[in-house]
């Protein structure tokens, strides 16, 4: 299936910067399965890696879909287990829409 | 430092507007209503609020709660980790003057305790060395790069999280050494708030730093965050 990936935000204008992969998976699998093939297509590591005190924390990335047609429609996705086809198609060319945010989750 | 209200219909949202845009303490409403809804409205009343995708509903209000995805914390307001006293939004170009915290349920036994402290005291404590350097080395808080303390129509105003600063950028061992000396003279001026269900503490983001204390993974502690710029 084809998904629009917005790959990254402008901060300046939040303008998303989006690219189209195509990914062999059938869309009755979770939604956790597709964005495990993404984060393999694109390199992009699931945590990121903090010293606190004198232990090692990882924080997820966040993981979001476009729910409108209109530019602000990014909604978190809060349940990973939901199937792939139970998530509005409101890319550009109708594609599945999706995004994940690496690094926001260090700033409070 | 605590300024006591109680929701009810007498409460004035002047009164809180005029006493949020003098800036010296932090405003607690007791017994208010654990609505997204009745939180948002309110605020309304007395500044903008900022909209964030991340929020609930992509609305103006985040569940501050662990919560796990790949089992990792999702951010560092989903985990159960003491945070250090910083700024909220300390990487926006343009950082919301204040924030709201409404207790839905409190953690157990003492913990996530929520301590502040005032650009005042800092002010008052710090040596001339310290204010030179808080107010001219700039630090890059993700794409932003400024000092802590800025000067703007003779009022000061304070920007810190060295959490933002330390994962977006590499420090020099001679910097983490003055991010610890400036923890060292922010901790030493804090004081503790314990939030208990109803509490609804507003607070300036921009003359106060906050943080709270660990607590238990299971303690199902939720705290409602709105920011938003006072009118
Ligand atoms: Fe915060």
Request: proline share 3%; with cysteine.
């Amino acid at each position: 299936m084809k998904i629009e990936f917005i790959s990254e935000i402008d901060d300046e204008n939040g303008t998303p910067v989006s690219k189209v992969l195509d990914i062999d998976i059938e869309e009755n699998l979770s939604i956790e399965k597709l964005f495990s093939k993404i984060h393999e297509i694109t390199g992009i590591p699931k945590f990121k890696e903090m010293k606190w005190g004198d232990e090692i924390e990882k924080i997820s990335c966040t993981y979001y879909f476009k729910s409108s047609f209109d530019s602000e429609g990014l909604e978190m996705i809060d349940d990973l287990s939901k199937q792939i086809s139970d998530f509005p198609k409101k890319g550009s060319n109708k594609e599945l829409c999706l995004y994940i945010e690496e690094s926001r989750g260090f700033v409070n | 430092m605590l300024i006591n209200y109680t929701f009810n219909k007498e409460l004035v949202h002047e009164n809180i507007r005029k006493d949020i845009i003098k800036g010296d303490k932090i405003i607690c409403i007791k017994n208010f209503p654990l609505s997204d809804e009745n939180l948002n409205s309110f605020i309304n009343l007395i500044g903008i609020p900022i909209i964030e995708y991340r929020n609930n509903g992509g609305n103006s209000i985040f569940d501050v709660k662990v919560f796990k995805q790949n089992n990792f914390f999702r951010s560092i307001a989903n985990s159960n980790l003491n945070i250090p006293l910083h700024t909220d939004c300390a990487d926006f170009k343009s950082v919301p003057n204040c924030i709201g915290l409404l207790c839905v349920k409190p953690a157990l036994l003492e913990q996530g305790v929520s301590f502040f402290t005032s650009l005042k005291e800092i002010l008052k404590e710090a040596s001339n060395s310290k204010l030179k350097e808080l107010t001219t080395k700039k630090w890059k808080f993700r794409n932003e790069l400024k000092p802590i303390l800025q000067k703007k129509n003779e009022q000061f105003s304070i920007c810190y999280d060295r959490i933002t600063i330390e994962s977006f950028s590499q420090i020099t061992d001679k910097e983490l050494e003055e991010l610890n000396s400036f923890d060292e003279l922010f901790k030493k001026e804090s004081f503790e708030i314990m939030l208990k269900k109803g509490d609804l503490i507003l607070f300036r983001n921009d003359l106060f730093l906050h943080g709270r204390s660990h607590f238990d993974l299971n303690s199902e502690r939720l705290i409602k965050r709105i920011r938003f710029n006072v009118k």
